[in-house]
């Protein structure tokens, strides 16, 4: 079978993982809920509104959850995609490693 075109579901998690804002926001959240601009001081680089942005979005892909004083932390959803960033890390340190 030959296969033209990725399918929706890799093209979300790809889009992600495209995009270094989203894949540093799940990096640096956790379970626990966590203040925006504590978050914000974590992400060098990233002003308020694009913060709160990505946050929308990943709140829409069900990775992230706003608790009732706007604090953010991830979902069960949400941190089983760091885990799967952390392991792409190591993936590609290891690549590096075996490339020299």
């Known amino acids: ?12 998690g790809l889009s992600v993982l495209n995009d270094r804002w989203d894949a540093l926001v799940l990096t640096n959240l956790t379970v626990a809920p966590m203040a925006i601009m ?8 990233l002003s308020t509104l694009k913060l709160l942005n990505v946050l929308a979005r990943l709140t829409e892909l069900g990775l992230v ?23 792409l890390e190591v993936w590609g340190d290891q690549m590096i490693i075996d490339m020299q």
């Open 38 to 45: 504590n978050l914000r001081q974590q992400i060098r680089g």
């Open 1 to 12: 079978m030959v296969m033209r075109d990725l399918n929706i579901g890799t093209k979300v």
């Open 65 to 87: 959850v706003a608790t009732a004083d706007y604090q953010f932390q991830l979902t069960a959803a949400g941190t089983h995609f760091q885990h799967q960033l952390q392991q």
